[in-house]
């Protein structure tokens, strides 16, 4: 019998999410734990578990793992959990082309996303360069995407796998973190748009966003 699987979590980051939407997917026990950003997220006793003070990390009595780094998390919980293969290739080249995707989103989407959010919602002074430069590097991340699934519904194969799964949580929170600046996604990146809709139209997404909706307003 699996064991609970604990998340250290905030109530409103898009990452530790991500990290959650791939629990419910794979059907696996987990406790949700929410940290205080101000508080505790920089201190011990949690620093202990992640020393570079950030979320998510998980720890798994099942094997005795600490893990920090949402997409070290992801792989992990794919390689130990996945044993059907459910949202993955273990056949060359897919196999690499959900990794590569995967890496995509974590040195990409996220840094991007979140340089975009920290301009446009909490630097002290109004940096209208940086909030260009970041705002134009989502669009060019979405374009990117939007390219690659022009003929296709998910990003490696015919199937969704950890790869799409990674990207929805920073994009639900697109319409924040560009601030004033408008991006119609629908319009201007179709094949975008209608793979997002697929994603969180799966169960396991649409409650998991519905817990951090549940989360964030509480």
Known sequence: MTQTITLWSHKGGPNPWKVAILLEELGLPYETKFLDMQTEVKAQPY?????????????DPNTGITLWESGAIIEYLIDHYDKSNSLTYPSFPEKYYCKQYLHFQTSGQGPYFGQA?????????KVQS???????EIKRVTTVLDTILKDKDYLVGDKC???????????QLAPYITGDTKIDFKGDYPHYYDWM?????????????????KASSG
């Open 47 to 59: 620093t202990d578990k992640n020393p570079n003070g950030r979320v998510p990390t998980i720890d």
């Open 117 to 125: 959010a920290w301009f446009n919602n909490f630097h002290p002074e």
């Open 130 to 136: 940086a909030k260009d430069r970041y705002v134009n």
């Open 161 to 171: 796998t950890y790869a799409d799964l990674s990207f929805v949580t920073w994009y």
């Open 197 to 213: 809709e697929r994603l969180t139209a799966r169960p396991a997404v649409k409650k998991v966003l519905e817990d951090k909706q």
